[in-house]
């Protein structure tokens, strides 16, 4: 079967991670090309990896017939018209999250790729990590019955600089749009009911006496799904002790927990404790084979031309459920995902 | 020193877990009186195990000068008006949780306490579980930084019958008044600060297609503190694979979590998977050895004429916050604790 | 029916150990006298503690009609002595590990315990721990299986100090004869076969500069049994993270693995890593509700005129594999059991 | 820098994994040629996933000027000669464990390797698994002291065929020196000390039935160290959980343990017991990683002129300890193993 050529478009740290596994991991996929905005840094890397090197415009790579499919990994405020633009171009793509702040913008977005009839994948990748493969399977084969309960624990190991807040867009990022955003994909991802309705508690706890940062870094959100089962995710920006990635599914039958992966499964016994290893730090580390997985599982999509499995719809939820987060924390009350939901 | 001569009123499953640790447990105290409304089930145990038998009338014992102190035991809607009799007698009284829903009288209690000198105790016992003192401590000792987030998970074995609902004073029994009034007193135990607002989003899950019971069995509730710092607890009155009591204090330098107890450290590995024991199931093997350790506390405080270390106040705090928790599940709104504090 | 009365010789660490379950754990019996030949020691904790207080002189006890059984924890070497003496007195005894360091004096006391008819029990409180316990019930439930190897690991949080090397009888003192002998008794708890071979390899690593100390410390020791199954033990003095007490029976149809219990379910997530508990460090806190256990199934032997649960000819073989293991650690060769076996 | 031409002799299961180890995971060398004997099962699986095609002959590799080493993955009874021959052709050669069966042999294939200046590696690739390397970076930093007991616990997860012993060469093949040979590597990797004696008690008893194979197929095998320290290996041929590949080093200081790798960090919570995942099954998914990794150190030393990580002198100390072991269990003695060190 013919490879697909793929281009990766921003080549930052996920994008990074995006070209070492097509390169590395993919049978089935070939990196033709990669563009990234300030490819200094990339092109150091790539040329002692003997990775393809950068270009600065994008553009060029859409022109490009050889190239197949897209992957973006540029900063989420260019993500929606890029898609678009890579849809008119004839290029299957596959963004990371979120496809867009602007849930109109998604709306269109998902009305192009109909038109197009292009492939649209969005990042999600926790859900080609193993572990949250296993515990869904769990779910799907019967074992834990009806579900009641789904519990996510999510915390970053340090939170983001300054320039995360200044950045151009930046006034769109917030811990319920960017960091739990994975998370309310994974309840979804985990319940086949839909989320209807989200109550946010959130905090500036690690940030307290920086003055500039007025955002939240810490909190709670309770999810009811449509069947009255429910979810609760708590976040924080910084684990002291890694990042932390648990997660639990209850149900009438039994329970699953997802714990932490580690480096290695060894034990220091020594008279300060019983010393084991930290969660893994890095996103590369955690999830590395997660973002090769989604990958292969996009290329299997194009090369068979079957359904993308997780789309732009999954995005669009994903970011009404955030939006819905966001607005709930600021003022304190519970908000119904209709409220927010755009029209179709 | 001259030992505690203690009675215990109510002698249902609680009581008798109280009988047999002041026999068995306690080296400075004494049981002299047992008394139950239908002591027949009680006797009959009793006189197996050499204890004192019950007596149907409880102000008997009231009444009786070798009793220092009472262990009120009842079904809580009599909780009450047995502490104000209890102190007008002189006695001192440890009572099981809560010490009445109804928070005007727990403040007429305070008064009376307060006017006789009498000590009063309240059954939060889980302060005196070994697992959560050392989690406490953690956070005494500074070893968690400052508090960011408290988790609580606490589900039942098994749900209550019918009767729980039919017996007098069961329209008042709840999930947020009755079994999560515990995990309300938990997060204060943790932490220094106190509760200022909450939100609970219950369901009925597990009685999902009995029509006459309207209540909810599953929950999850979100608390803030003064200092907003968070906490998130959720409930169910059924987990099948036992009685599941963990919790958690996620701090600045780092987090500690409590595991639920088992029976034994074994193993079984095995074709089926790697198979460890199940939680204990019942309250006698999880709490049992914190129930003793509590009335020792309480016994303690009496012969050393010291303060209790759970007191009405406590009391009153955690009926107010759950009162909140069920207002706020009823209204689908956050509840502010000054809302619904009485005058004091 | 009638409480069995006891009286403890020898008031040690462990012979307290024993007072306390007698007189605080025991439901039907009794402590009525206590004797040690230093008696200062033990009485100061008595009179606080309102046990029974020690006379010195074990006689009078064995004349007290009164007393049904006797519990001896004095000294090993001077147990096979006392243990006929009291059976002729027409007691029952309870005996802690070794009945004797000489192998026909046991003989003679089985042969004493013949013809007098009472109860003799040895100390193996081991087989009463609720973890060993239970993977002996997979080990009878079939679970495993038939048995390949059973693995069992034993250090000492800290090694005995010089005068157990001095004090009288202390020639006879070695890790065999002293501490693996629990290990002994326990493979054959765990194994319905018996032990036919034993190869020890020993060494001096703890006390590696101690000129005056002479003998192991550290040893691994391997034991065949009659159906060719295996077992290994591996033995230390001191490990300096806590009691070390672990065991692993693995079979045809899977493996138990018993790991070490400890004071609680708290982990702490920091920086310097995830730390959970250490092994639990002292012999009661440990093994205390063993120790309990043990004396309860002698008392309900008693009572139910029935056979004791761990019997004199337990006793014979352990100390007939523990010399085993001490000669071939000498002579550096395996040795058949059947070498060492008294006639009996 | 030039990347390194490897060529791979024998494409079975090993062989296999190191070809797709070096196509996909090494950027510094590149597969120019594969042989084996049988190469039609190969070539079909190296058409579908694009692989270098093998040809019979090994021998034309040699000849090849393009190749700089080859990797020898076929049955073990042809390793030294092949050794040999590569040498000779001015090859650097890695090796699968053991270099031959016959010390002699080794002691030329030492002399061969100095003469022509060869690199020669063998393929211990446990010392390149993350935990085994972890484990022994607590022992180099001094975290465990002074080390006293080495233990591992080695369990395939089911017994090798009748062709195995029936195969050409299938005399020499014994658990001591086919399986337990990783494990005597894997003891001299964590002790710098070097053993000076064996004891090996071996049984049948996976193959009971099985009149035909007379060779243990479980044993408990005891080292002694030049230091005193000592050593246990428990091995296998058949865990039914999976394949059980645990260690420990215990030393003045603290112990590590080394648990099994697993496929998930999730848990089923059930009526059943809490059921957590099997070690990993297959050698490729446990110790994959460190097949790659153990290539990756061979190429570096190549393109670094450095020091093999593992040298023909590891691979004859390991043979002579198996032999040594082999030799106990036959004749049950310990052995010294300069007994059966050959002249050098």
Same mark, same amino acid.
């Given at each position: 079967?013919?490879?697909?050529?793929?281009?990766?478009?921003?080549?930052?740290?996920?994008?990074?991670?995006? !070209?070492?596994? #097509? !390169?590395?991991?993919?049978?089935?996929?070939?990196? !033709?090309?990669?563009?990234? @905005?300030?490819?200094?840094?990339?092109?150091?890397?790539?040329?002692?990896?003997?990775?393809?090197?950068?270009?600065?415009?994008?553009?060029?790579?859409?022109?490009?017939?050889? !190239?197949?499919? &897209?992957?973006?990994?540029?900063?989420?405020?260019?993500?929606?018209?890029?898609?678009?633009?890579s849809a008119k171009a004839g290029k299957d793509v596959f963004c990371e999250k979120p496809l867009d702040y602007d849930k109109e913008k998604i709306v269109e977005i998902m009305k192009i790729v109909e038109e197009t009839g292009i492939k649209l994948q969005i990042g999600f990748n926790r859900r080609f990590d193993k572990n949250f493969m296993k515990a869904k399977e769990l779910v799907e084969t019967g074992k834990l019955g009806d579900i009641h309960v789904i519990k996510i624990t999510s915390r970053d190991p340090s939170p983001p600089g300054m320039e995360y807040f200044t950045a151009p867009g930046g006034e769109h990022c917030s811990i319920y749009t960017d960091t739990t955003i994975h998370d309310f994909d994974m309840v979804r991802f985990f319940n086949p009911a839909e989320v209807v309705e989200v109550y946010a508690m959130g905090s500036k706890l690690i940030n307290k006496d920086v003055e500039e940062i007025t955002r939240d870094d810490t909190c709670v959100i309770t999810l009811r799904f449509e069947d009255d089962s429910l979810a609760v995710i708590d976040n924080s920006w910084e684990a002291v002790y890694g990042y932390d990635q648990r997660s639990e599914v209850f149900g009438t039958k039994g329970a699953v927990t997802v714990e932490n992966d580690v480096f290695s499964e060894t034990t220091l016994h020594a008279t300060e404790g019983?010393?084991?290893?930290?969660?893994?730090?890095?996103?590369?580390?955690?999830?590395?084979?997660?973002?090769?997985?989604? #990958?292969?599982? @996009?290329?299997?999509?194009?090369?068979?031309?079957?359904?993308?499995? &997780?789309?732009?719809?999954?995005?669009? #939820?994903?970011?009404?459920?955030?939006?819905?987060?966001?607005?709930?924390?600021?003022?304190?009350?519970?908000?119904?995902?209709?409220?927010?939901?755009?029209?179709?």
């Open positions: 079967m013919k490879k697909v050529k793929l281009a990766v478009i921003g080549a930052g740290n996920v994008g990074r991670i995006h !070209v070492e596994n #097509i !390169v590395n991991k993919l049978d089935n996929a070939e990196l !033709v090309a990669v563009s990234d @905005f300030y490819p200094e840094k990339y092109n150091e890397i790539a040329s002692e990896k003997g990775w393809p090197l950068a270009r600065k415009e994008y553009r060029e790579i859409l022109k490009d017939e050889e !190239v197949d499919a &897209v992957v973006i990994a540029t900063p989420a405020a260019l993500h929606g018209d890029m898609i678009i633009e019983i010393i084991s290893e930290k969660p893994l730090v890095t996103i590369k580390d955690r999830y590395g084979e997660s973002y090769a997985n989604e #990958i292969k599982a @996009f290329v299997d999509a194009i090369q068979n031309d079957a359904k993308v499995p &997780v789309d732009a719809y999954d995005g669009l #939820i994903s970011i009404v459920i955030a939006d819905a987060a966001r607005l709930s924390a600021e003022e304190n009350r519970p908000i119904k995902i209709k409220e927010l939901m755009p029209e179709m």
